[in-house]
């Protein structure tokens, strides 16, 4: 049992690392993440704040994995243009790009105060 836990967590790691490699936007994600988890660090966060701020960034990212997924599942099943190939690549980026809009303006919320805190 132990053997196939550390398979599965040696099998999710390799597609963390793929999206890294194969995927533009997840490295864009990842970048940004460090970048705002520094911030964040700098500002000296609360625990509240910290745990808002993990699972947007971890939702962002795991988001973007899936669209990836997705699209690699699509492009499959078949080598011509489909309109509903086309629908359901377009569905997944929606949901990274709905997403991506929500955890802006929470990071907006989250940064918001200590920013003019200091400012001011």
Not at 88 to 112: E, N, P, T
Request: proline residues 2%.
């Amino acid at each position: 049992m132990i053997k196939g836990v550390a398979r599965s967590f040696r099998f999710a790691f390799e597609g963390v690392l793929q999206g890294w490699r194969e995927e533009r936007n997840f490295r864009i994600h990842c970048v940004f993440a460090v970048f705002t988890i520094i911030f964040a660090f700098l500002l000296d966060f609360s625990f509240v704040k910290w745990s808002i701020l993990l699972l947007t960034i971890g939702i962002v990212m795991g988001l973007e994995l899936m669209n990836s997924s997705i699209e690699r599942v699509v492009d499959l099943l078949t080598d011509e243009y489909h309109p509903i190939a086309k629908k359901a690549k377009d569905f997944a980026a929606g949901s990274v790009f709905i997403f991506s809009i929500i955890a802006v303006i929470i990071g907006f919320l989250l940064f918001a105060g200590p920013i003019i805190e200091i400012v001011l």
